[in-house]
């Protein structure tokens, strides 16, 4: 645990030094560079306790390298809000382990969260879009379709191996068990694309109403949303003469303090607006689809307690594969997240497996 809180503060100071080098605005750019820097130096405290050597384990890992080639094809938005997330989840993990002992909170288990809002602060020509940028609630449209792909193939492939194993189980024959999995590729494919448009769909129509409406208060009251967005920054910890002035200045672009007020009062990020219902209903279908294929592939070409086999092994590498996949999100170990993913997955096809058997045994 502890060597892992060190790769973890090295990890941050890797991805934050990214942030710095691919950010165009010099006062976040600062930012992230003071913050890569605190990191490193947290790694150093850490590793100088437990007399382990910097220089054979400061490689970022596989995870942050990860992160960084995905930032580097999708934006460091789905970076920074990899940081935030980490940063707030490390937070929530030590108050809930301190509440757990019964021991007193010093103010200290956010103290990431709080370096980064008073380095922020300080900069003398903060705004507030700057502010807002780390108040993100998601990791942008990129993030998104990512979690979304990992997602989708896990669906895909836990439904129809579950599926498979049960008419396997039911039917001794290899073209019913062919036959079903194929039907249950194209029903939970459809389905899922046309579940994602109706989402996306009505979610954009939605936000788009209630943004109309902001933008209309905006042109008709300026001086009370003026006075609304410097409550937003007191309501964060800014003080109230610096909180007037960012709304000052952020009134004086109207878009800018119409981005912040969605955000903000409505907690609209415009980001999850762009993407179109159609392509979201397209992606749906081929990623469930790819997961819903393999455990059906080895009854094209084999049959009975062969194809069974197989189509079992297939599945638990690509559960496996999945489980990784979602360490890049929740930061779990690998090992763990992919064999526990691996265990509920034939856990669900044995069940359904066993049901099959007994209808078979049943009706035959």
């Given at each position: ?281 397209i992606y749906s279908f081929i990623l469930f689809a790819i997961g819903a294929v393999i455990p059906v592939l080895p009854f094209m070409f084999i049959n009975g307690m062969k194809a069974i086999a197989l189509s079992t092994l297939l599945s638990a590498a690509g559960l496996f594969l ?43």
């Amino acid at each position: 645990m502890k060597n892992r809180n060190i790769q973890t503060e090295i990890d941050a100071g890797f991805l934050y030094q990214k942030l710095a080098e691919h950010e165009t605005d010099e006062t976040m750019a600062n930012v992230f560079r003071q913050m890569s820097n605190i990191e490193k130096s947290h790694a150093e405290a850490f590793a100088k306790k437990e007399n382990i050597s910097l220089k054979e384990s400061m490689q970022p890992s596989w995870r942050a390298k990860t992160i960084n080639s995905i930032g580097k094809i999708f934006g460091y938005n789905y970076v920074l809000g990899t940081l935030m997330d980490t940063e707030k989840s490390i937070s929530n993990a030590m108050i809930n382990q301190k509440q757990a002992k019964n021991q007193k909170l010093t103010g200290t288990e956010s103290t990431h969260v709080k370096i980064l809002r008073a380095i922020l602060e300080k900069e003398k020509n903060v705004t507030g879009a700057q502010i807002s940028k780390f108040e993100s609630r998601h990791r942008s449209v990129g993030g998104n379709a990512i979690r979304a792909a990992v997602l989708g193939g896990n669906d895909g492939l836990i439904s129809n191996f579950s599926l498979v194993m049960g008419v396997a189980g039911a039917a001794s024959n290899q073209e019913g068990v062919l036959l079903a999995g194929i039907a249950g590729l194209l029903a939970g494919s459809l389905s899922m694309a046309l579940g994602e448009w109706i989402s996306v769909k009505s979610s954009q129509e939605l936000y788009e109403n209630q943004m109309q409406i902001e933008m209309e208060e905006l042109e008709t009251n300026p001086e009370a949303e003026e006075k609304e967005i410097a409550l937003i920054y007191m309501a964060k910890g800014i003080p109230e003469d610096q909180a007037n002035k960012i709304a000052k200045d952020v009134m004086s672009n109207k878009n800018e303090a119409h981005d912040i007020l969605v955000k903000e009062e409505l907690g609209i990020d415009v980001e999850d607006l762009k993407g179109s219902a159609i392509e979201a209903a397209i992606y749906s279908f081929i990623l469930f689809a790819i997961g819903a294929v393999i455990p059906v592939l080895p009854f094209m070409f084999i049959n009975g307690m062969k194809a069974i086999a197989l189509s079992t092994l297939l599945s638990a590498a690509g559960l496996f594969l999945i489980g990784a996949a979602i360490t890049l999100f929740t930061g779990k170990n690998v090992w763990y997240s992919g064999l526990r993913q691996v265990l509920f997955g034939l856990a669900a096809a044995a069940i359904t497996f066993g049901i099959g058997k007994l209808i078979g045994v049943s009706v035959a």
